[in-house]
């Protein structure tokens, strides 16, 4: 199985801050990867595909990057609209694994 | 608009047996594969099951493979998962969502809730 470790697992930053959330693949996984955003008492919303490509709709300060093993999504300016629950995906390789989470709050 | 909608979610004793619906619309159902992710309260998200486009090929996670059954129904535009021997680590929100390089849309879930 691969393992999806996502880092941190939570996170306080203000509004105009750059964030950057990790995840790392304990095998290879290309760049089939994506990241999700997930608000209380909603359902998870992608915001990239294919490690990098911007979802359509989703704001341009959400970003990704990596291949393989290691990948990352930045918010280069925080909103507080943002403050939310993200998860990354592989869909390399069955079982299909999400990360663990990180909570993003605004302070 | 791409849509999809769950039901079929309840209280059900362990050992009981339940059946979720998701109904598609606004795209071609038959085009795609479809998925069951679940989220246990308070928890992560745990991908569950898949289906191919025309329902010849299964995938299910190790936790509920021999218990749970995916299908769908191309001409009603329905996507089910038969749910069986269930447990309490089954409870949980059940998300239907559609394949396409990760997961879009997904639908708005319905919960599930093993206890006696």
């Known amino acids: 199985d691969t393992q999806m470790t996502q880092s941190p697992s939570s996170l306080s930053a203000s509004v105009g801050d750059r964030v950057t959330i990790t995840c790392r693949a304990s095998?290879?996984?290309?760049?089939?990867l994506s990241w999700y955003q997930q608000k209380p008492g909603k359902a998870p919303k992608r915001l990239i595909y294919?490690?990098?490509s911007l979802q359509s709709g989703v704001p341009s300060r959400f970003s990704g990057s990596g291949s393989g093993t290691g990948f990352t999504l930045t918010i280069s300016s925080l909103q507080a609209e943002d403050s939310a629950t993200y998860y990354c995906?592989?869909?390399?390789?069955?079982?299909?694994?999400f990360g663990g989470g990180t909570k993003v709050e605004i302070k | 608009e791409v849509q999809l909608v769950e039901s079929g979610g309840g209280l059900v004793q362990p050992g009981g047996s339940l059946r979720l619906s998701c109904a598609a619309s606004g795209f071609s159902f038959s085009g795609y594969w479809m998925y069951w992710v679940r989220q246990p309260p308070g928890k992560g998200l745990v991908w569950v099951s898949n289906i191919n486009n025309d329902g010849t090929d299964t995938t299910y996670a190790d936790s509920v493979k021999g218990r749970f059954t995916i299908s769908r129904d191309n001409a009603k535009n329905t996507l089910y998962l038969q749910m069986n021997s269930l447990r309490a680590e089954d409870t949980g929100l059940y998300y239907c969502?559609?394949?396409?390089?990760?997961?879009?849309?997904w639908g708005q879930g319905t919960l599930v809730t093993v206890s006696s």
């Open positions: 095998q290879g996984v290309g760049n089939d």
């Open positions: 995906l592989q869909h390399n390789s069955y079982p299909l694994t």
């Open positions: 969502t559609r394949g396409n390089l990760g997961f879009d849309p």
């Open positions: 294919a490690a990098s």
